[in-house]
């Protein structure tokens, strides 16, 4: 009695078998090598980067991410400024409308206006993502919007009137209006997803604080 032809899907069947059992193989390579790749990133991503390695140069020319309001470094602060005002120089004042008052440095807003506008000219001149629309929106938009919060902030003032008798002299910290009401507002959005009724006192607070604005804006 011969023996039966040998069944031709046989062979077929375990050359797939080898074939994915490769491909399992070569999945669970990927897989380890990609659970590698992602405890390196987080890693990474965890120390926090030494002077020189976050891409910024912390020198007169730096581009770095700061508030003239909230520095305190007197000696950023110095360096932010001088560079500030060897670029008011250069560009800004180049502009036809775009002359300062003798006080504007006395003015806080104004400097943080200008130091914004300063960096954002870098930003759009200078380095790998400089681009001719970021400079043209500069020049179309906003050196103009700065120009115009800037004369309606500072209006007529002088440095006289920051100096010991001025009206400006040593102007008060200013404060959030009726910031004593913080917890209960907090509170109530968090539990409520509203706001509080006011009470007599934060309403009495705040008839006071809409009198002061009113006189001080009509000065």
């Known amino acids: 009695m011969t023996a039966p032809d040998p069944d031709p899907r046989v062979p ?10 490769r491909r399992v193989d070569n999945g669970e390579l990927l897989v380890r090598q990609l659970a590698a790749d992602v405890a390196a990133l987080a890693a990474v991503l965890q120390t926090p980067p ?17 508030s003239w309001l909230l520095c305190e470094d007197a000696a950023q602060a110095r360096t932010d400024l001088a560079d500030l005002m060897t670029w008011l120089a ?10 300062l008052p003798s006080c504007w440095a006395w003015h806080p807003a104004v400097v943080e206006e200008l130091w ?13 993502g400089a681009s001719w629309r970021d400079a043209g929106d500069w ?3 906003q050196r103009p919007g700065v ?8 209006g007529g003032c002088d440095l006289a009137r920051h100096a010991v008798n001025g009206d400006r002299r040593g102007a008060a910290q200013p404060v959030a209006p009726l910031a004593g009401a913080a917890d209960q507002i907090a509170t109530t ?10 009470t007599p006192e934060q309403t009495h607070e705040a ?4 009198r002061e604005q009113h006189r001080t804006s009509h000065q």
Do not use: C, F, S
């Open 139 to 141: 020049h179309d938009r």
């Open 189 to 198: 959005w968090t539990e409520q997803r509203t706001a509080p009724e006011p």
């Open 147 to 154: 120009v115009k919060r800037i004369g309606a902030a500072i």
């Open 116 to 128: 914004w506008l300063r960096n954002v000219h870098r930003g759009a001149y200078e380095g790998e």
């Open 50 to 66: 030494e002077d020189g390695e976050d891409g910024e140069d912390d020198g007169p020319g730096a581009a770095a991410v700061r």
């Open 12 to 21: 077929a069947l375990g050359r797939d078998v080898e074939r994915v059992a």
């Open 90 to 99: 250069a560009v800004y004042l180049r502009y036809p409308g775009a002359a």
């Open 207 to 210: 008839d006071q604080h809409d």
